[in-house]
């Protein structure tokens, strides 16, 4: 089944812990993006990359780093944790050309 | 700025259409506009998506004007189940950037 995963999809954690949000997609797509979801603001692009070793900025990277080592894994790593960054993070995968993004199901992240 | 802007909720009698707009007056002629919906709080689902004609599939219709500057996601016949919030997103072709909006909640009812 053609899926994207994340983990783990819930998270408590202290400030200032180091973590790492992994995702995983089996559909060989070259785009991968993270997006976080705060109440009223919608979905907000992290960072993304368009293939493996190539990532970029989106809209709010501050306090946020990832890697593409290989191209079905992408993890959000949260250097220092604080708590503004208690979100609801997705992670998506996107094939070339003009078709839709598939969307993990989601990691809940709370940071005290 | 937004790049869409949406009605913030909307209600829709079991069985109508549901005729959810979007404004995207800013939208460049390299950029499409697709739709998907999110139920609670789970994974953003495709709906639809087009660049400037319109397009129809299982799920839905999308409307796009001749101008660009708007569209219109139709579900024929809503159901409980389509209770969720739509978002409508603009994207730059080939690139992996989705814009999304606040999304409208639709709330379908009996």
């Known amino acids: 089944e053609a899926q994207v995963t994340q983990n783990p999809r819930y998270l408590i954690t202290v400030t200032g812990k180091k973590l790492t949000v992994t995702c995983s997609q089996n559909?060989?797509?070259?785009?991968m993006s993270w997006y976080r979801q705060d109440p009223g603001l919608g979905l907000r692009q992290i960072y993304y990359?368009?293939?493996?070793?190539?990532?970029d900025k989106g809209d709010v990277p501050e306090g946020y780093k990832v890697s593409r080592k290989e191209k079905r894994n992408f993890p959000l790593i949260l250097e220092s944790p604080s708590p503004n960054q208690t979100s609801l993070y997705f992670c998506?995968?996107?094939?070339?050309?003009?078709?839709?993004?598939?969307f993990g199901q989601g990691t809940r992240l709370t940071v005290v | 700025d937004a790049k869409t802007t949406q009605p913030t909720s909307m209600d829709c009698a079991e069985g109508r259409a549901a005729n959810l707009p979007c404004n995207h007056s800013?939208?460049?002629?390299?950029?499409?506009v697709y739709w998907y919906r999110q139920i609670h709080s789970q994974g953003p689902q495709y709906i639809i998506h087009?660049?400037?004609n319109n397009e129809t599939n299982e799920m839905a219709s999308l409307i796009i004007t001749e101008d660009r500057k708007s569209s219109t996601l139709i579900l024929p016949h809503a159901t409980l189940r389509d209770t969720a919030v739509y978002y409508c997103?603009?994207?730059?072709?080939?690139?992996?950037?989705?814009?999304f909006g606040s999304g409208t909640k639709l709330n379908v009812k009996p």
């Open positions: 998506a995968s996107t094939p070339t050309g003009d078709t839709e993004a598939f």
């Open positions: 559909m060989n797509h070259e785009y």
């Open positions: 990359s368009m293939n493996v070793e190539v990532t």
């Open positions: 800013t939208i460049s002629g390299n950029e499409y």
């Open positions: 087009g660049l400037k």
């Open positions: 997103i603009v994207r730059l072709r080939n690139f992996n950037k989705f814009y």
